[in-house]
């Protein structure tokens, strides 16, 4: 069945198609500017840093729903091997490793998602064959760094996580950026946090995949609004779901990539760095989140760091 | 045959085993404190931002001499897959990638090399198994973040690349230093460029490969002396191979990774950051460069930034 | 805690190591003679085929209980690439996959298992290093073909499927042989059938997983007795599971693998096998079950097919 | 530029579209009958066993030529590790693997080419999708077992190997045929030597990949005239290469796989059993040579025996 009216209706309104130009495949990453970075490292103060990755190990979140998005399997091709025969000389251990692109700590490509036969800047989703992404891989994504801006939700909601399902709208937003005492500018970059992490941390695999809170409909025009350059959250899914609408699926992931070309990030671990931000009352901080060039590829296994 | 005696004299010149404790992990990135990294930030000054890391593809300079440390091979696990079977709502693109965690841009984890049975801080080197790096793995790097240097070895030897096989020495990184105006201090990042890249840029991985200018045995007590935290290269070996003595292989290594604790990073393509820093004469710049979090991974992947 | 005298007393009853003199690595595959492969080939009446092993698919039975021993994932590297450029000419499609060795329908190898530092035929249990077995990999099995016989426990016993944990004994293994009509020789094959395997086509994998009906510690002096050449079954771990004797685990697996170097196999599809043994009455085929020849390998998938 | 008109009347010739149905996914497979299987079995006779797969190992005869058809990985998941965390209880040690499906010795799945839009039997190309091969799969192709007849081609022109790009005649099969003393009848196997493979052997990897020698255009009416069953060579590229007409690239390709509907082998390991029929003067045997079911693959590894 096609998408309701009220899906196209703010797909028209939040669509990013040209505005950098006909051949653009970065989105709103282009919101990065000179200005939002230094803007960014002039939010490093005391220089703590805060890593946001998940471990890549075989017990990550992947349970196995979307086939072949694997956890990650390192394996060793040599252990202590002695380069010239002799133990008493050098010795290396070397290894190798295979995962889903998208199964631990990533950003989606633009390339991730398509509907209609479209992808982000109206490039076809054909470019998007078996040799990857020919357009708006995330091998285009560039640098990626910035403000980031943790918007804590769930502390805001007075919670220690978001209810599985919960619809996070713009007044959510709104409110967590209060919380904050940070105006969004356009170019941060935002970390939605809705505390779904904690069950991975607690062992829980299952429940941190279903149900998620996360980002909904009634939030875009939001991230529009505040020319986001890209958003993340701590969750599997990174929007709302089960989602709001009955018989559609994940329209955010539509409205993010294909229309606004935002990139999303998902399984950011934000614990810490929340811990520490309602701690201090500091909000805002260095994001450094470039993501692994996969030539061609439809997501960027990421290490992202938060220096404030 | 023993390692000779010019060897373990300068191992016990710069061996760091229990400066950070005895049960330390971390080595010279310990030296990556609050105050460094306040130090990076603080040189950020126009926002520019360079990228260090080679494309994670197919064509990367892997040619199988290291069997199974692979080029990234990257490939599909669902092409515009409708996800409720309808192309006009939500299709999606994922992929699966397999690769040697040390065949592109990475950085060296302290156990990737031992002798004589040890690895960095005096650990067996059996704490290495199938499993991968009970000690001094990657996942126990942490944040690499902080103020990077460019010693621009090329330059200051007013050529575009040096000799395959030229020696690095601490007067080398001294007119370096000098050329970039900087004073390397305790807790900097320093990348080392030697143009060896270029040779990979013109499509020559054999040359690239072999032989290659490095860091020499004369350039480790200037390492250890001026307590740089971490120390990057744009070759494939990260030291000048063929060495500097007969019969003794990679003892740079060595002295890094086991006696000093240094990580050491390879493949970091400097070209377009040396350029920029020879243009307006500014060679200090925030690095953020924290590696995948390869659960006890012997290296790990990083996608570094540059920020000026 | 040791192994309990109990199995000592096992180990030493049935111990091949020497048998076939000090290097031998292929154990009771010895016993595939000349005649033992004329017996099989005699076998053949009708020419009916019958494949057993299970598909390589991400359907595969394992659910993760092993790390690393994943289900088959493949996936794409070309697909319809025209090699001219041109459509109308030649286009290949092609594929990779990655898979636990020991994941599907497959031979253990003689090195998989060891205990108190050895493997099958007194080799050091060292000689498995991180390049694989040295020794006894699965590459040192060579052909394995000869008669096979089905030993149909479960209709010998008139259930379709063993109940889970059920231990096979030798007495068992004479009534599955007197219901064949069959007198097992040496350097027969055999194929002994619980029934598990409907559990997995059921789509049960959790089911097919455990409690597993198995040969047990009472089957041992059975296999020895009769000189089978190989043994394979319908489930994932062989023996039964649980085990027989408290603390400890998989005692059958070390008497055949370390002490007879008997060569065992995992997940055949004996169903229409079994199918038309029970309905035209005749237990006996030739089998031909050579595993892929993986270099140092600990397990080789095979695809094996019995014809009657 | 298009196939030329010589091709499109040679395809007209040897088409099997149809012939065993509209839904027909195996083509020439089909004539491997149980007639055909017992005529294979009756073939043996001194029960002595020639396996062809080459080893799978990093050091197979890929060199990169075909980007992600790599040699066989493999490594260790697991190595001696005490179950129960005793060692002198059971140990396990485990592997994992990763390979190009058509890197070793394998059979094309008739879904492996394609040309103008078709596969096999008609069936659109666009049936391939980036989930594999929804027809004409390897997994589709069943048991192969049959009669296999050794063409020994060089033996037959009285040379331990044809030159690179020796195009194969029917009349060279004739008198291959002739040497072996066979007439090759429905649903035989044919084994095509070409002796290329003692260059693999000898380690010389870039002559073994070109230039090849093989079968031809003039070879394709013989074996359609035949109905050979499926057909083998010692080559990586099955067909001549370079191959007879300008500008057209692997016809014999297109003819066997998407016209006939022929399976082909390829890296299959002729030598000692091309010794032992050149020895014995028998060139007949039973082949078995399923290949791995591979779900959707467009190859599959085989582990091929031939049994005389």
Same mark, same amino acid.
């Given at each position: 069945?096609?998408?309701?009216?009220?899906?196209?209706?703010?797909? %028209?309104?939040?669509?990013?198609?040209?505005?950098?130009?006909?051949?653009?495949?970065?989105?709103?990453?282009?919101?990065?500017?000179?200005?939002?970075?230094?803007? /960014?490292?002039?939010?490093?103060?005391?220089?703590? *840093?805060?890593?946001?990755?998940? $471990?890549?190990?075989?017990?990550?979140?992947?349970?196995?729903?979307? $086939?072949?998005?694997?956890?990650?399997?390192?394996?060793?091709?040599?252990?202590?091997?002695?380069?010239?025969?002799? $133990?008493?000389?050098?010795?290396?251990?070397?290894?190798?490793?295979?995962?889903?692109?998208?199964?631990?700590?990533?950003?989606?490509?633009?390339?991730?998602?398509?509907?209609?036969? %479209?992808?982000?800047? /109206?490039?076809?989703?054909?470019?998007?064959?078996?040799? =990857?992404?020919?357009?708006?891989?995330?091998?285009?994504? !560039?640098?990626?760094?910035?403000?980031?801006?943790?918007?804590?939700?769930? %502390?805001?909601?007075?919670?220690?996580?978001?209810?599985?399902?919960?619809?996070?709208?713009?007044?959510?937003?709104?409110?967590?950026?209060?919380?904050? =005492?940070?105006?969004?500018?356009? /170019?941060?970059?935002?970390?939605?946090?809705?505390?779904?992490?904690?069950?991975?941390?607690?062992?829980? *695999?299952?429940?941190?995949?279903?149900?998620?809170?996360? &980002?909904?409909?009634?939030?875009?025009?939001?991230? %529009?609004?505040?020319?986001?350059?890209?958003?993340?959250?701590?969750?599997?899914?990174?929007? +709302?779901?089960?989602?709001?609408?009955?018989? +559609?699926?994940?329209?955010?992931?539509? &409205?993010?990539?294909?229309?606004?070309?935002?990139?999303?990030?998902?399984?950011?671990?934000?614990?810490?760095?929340?811990?520490?931000?309602?701690?201090? !009352?500091?909000?805002?901080?260095?994001?450094?989140?470039?993501?692994?060039? &996969?030539?061609?590829?439809?997501? /960027?296994?990421?290490?992202?760091?938060?220096?404030?």
């Amino acid at each position: 069945m096609p998408l309701p009216e009220e899906f196209h209706a703010l797909a %028209r309104k939040v669509n990013n198609w040209g505005r950098w130009g006909p051949e653009d495949e970065r989105g709103t990453l282009n919101l990065l500017t000179d200005e939002a970075v230094r803007r /960014g490292a002039a939010s490093v103060r005391s220089g703590k *840093r805060f890593p946001l990755a998940i $471990p890549l190990s075989q017990n990550g979140p992947q349970v196995g729903f979307i $086939p072949g998005r694997i956890n990650p399997i390192r394996t060793m091709i040599s252990l202590n091997e002695p380069l010239t025969g002799d $133990p008493t000389q050098v010795c290396f251990s070397d290894d190798i490793f295979v995962m889903g692109a998208q199964a631990a700590t990533h950003w989606d490509a633009l390339a991730h998602a398509s509907y209609d036969g %479209r992808i982000y800047n /109206g490039f076809g989703s054909a470019t998007v064959t078996a040799a =990857g992404a020919a357009r708006c891989g995330v091998d285009k994504a !560039g640098p990626v760094a910035g403000r980031g801006v943790l918007l804590d939700v769930a %502390r805001a909601k007075g919670v220690e996580r978001l209810d599985g399902g919960y619809a996070i709208t713009g007044d959510d937003l709104d409110a967590a950026a209060d919380l904050a =005492g940070v105006a969004v500018e356009p /170019g941060d970059i935002a970390l939605v946090r809705t505390g779904q992490m904690r069950l991975l941390h607690g062992g829980d *695999r299952m429940a941190y995949l279903y149900p998620v809170a996360g &980002l909904s409909l009634r939030s875009v025009e939001w991230m %529009r609004g505040h020319d986001v350059a890209a958003a993340a959250t701590d969750t599997i899914v990174f929007e +709302v779901y089960p989602g709001e609408l009955p018989d +559609v699926e994940l329209p955010v992931h539509l &409205l993010h990539l294909v229309e606004m070309g935002m990139t999303q990030g998902q399984n950011f671990d934000l614990e810490d760095l929340a811990a520490d931000c309602a701690d201090d !009352g500091v909000y805002t901080f260095l994001l450094a989140a470039t993501p692994e060039p &996969l030539t061609g590829g439809l997501g /960027g296994p990421v290490a992202p760091l938060a220096i404030k």
